[in-house]
């Protein structure tokens, strides 16, 4: 009969932990592939918002996880890709 209480006792943390798997774990991971799959679709001419609230337009992708951002006509910086915190227009890709 042991057996059957320790179950018991356990049970009320088994709920727990799946309720938060299903709260909090699983909302997160779904909303960080979404943010990587939207950096990762970046390309030239998208208009973008950065973590740190600059506004810019892509000119250059890069491989080693960066891209060049234009905020002004003659003014370009590099942003590294996971601070990218929204992209607002996209351009259409090349035919």
Known sequence: MDGGSAI???LPL???FV???????RPQQK??????A???ALRRGDQIITQGGLIGK?????????????LT?????RVVRNTIAQV?????PAA
């Open 8 to 10: 018991a006792q356990f």
């Open 14 to 16: 088994i709920l727990i």
């Open 19 to 25: 309720i938060m798997y299903f709260l909090l774990i």
């Open 31 to 36: 909303k960080a592939k979404e943010h990587r």
């Open 38 to 40: 939207m950096v990762d």
């Open 58 to 70: 892509v000119t250059k992708v890069k491989d080693e996880g960066e891209v060049e951002v234009e």
């Open 73 to 77: 006509e003659g003014v370009k910086v």
């Open 88 to 92: 607002m227009n996209k351009t259409e």
